[in-house]
């Protein structure tokens, strides 16, 4: 089975720079997205940013023009560069892999990495 590992996590000053990744291990197809998804305290669990195997991104609008979404197809490993971040941002930062197998749909979580925005 697929198991997605979230690493790069701690606790960092606004403005600073962050690294979250994401290796997946186990087989994965080769039509799939992986994403990354931010629970706050407190609050529901959501998309910040998504790319698929072709390498197309998209992006919340919270976190459009600091975050970065990048992915390496050869390693099945996903990364999040995060930039000039805010307390807001505080949360476990969870990777996503969703994917088609005989045209049926599976979807796969990591156990997530915590990241706190604090001075």
């Known amino acids: 089975q697929v198991q997605p590992v979230e690493s790069g996590g701690g606790l960092v000053q606004p403005g600073e720079s962050l690294r979250l990744s994401c290796a997946v291990s186990?087989?994965?197809?080769?039509?799939?997205?992986m994403a990354w998804y931010r629970q706050a305290p407190g609050k529901q669990r959501e998309m910040i940013a998504a790319i698929t195997s072709g390498g197309t991104a998209n992006y919340a609008d919270s976190v459009k023009g600091r975050f970065t979404i990048a992915r390496d197809n050869a390693t099945n490993t996903m990364y999040l560069n995060m930039n000039s971040l805010k307390p807001d941002d505080t949360g476990v930062y969870y990777c996503?892999?969703?994917?088609?197998?005989?045209?049926?749909?599976?979807?796969?979580w990591g156990q997530g990495t915590q990241v706190t925005v604090s001075s």
């Open positions: 186990g087989s994965i197809f080769s039509d799939n997205v």
């Open positions: 996503h892999v969703f994917q088609l197998k005989l045209g049926k749909p599976y979807d796969y």
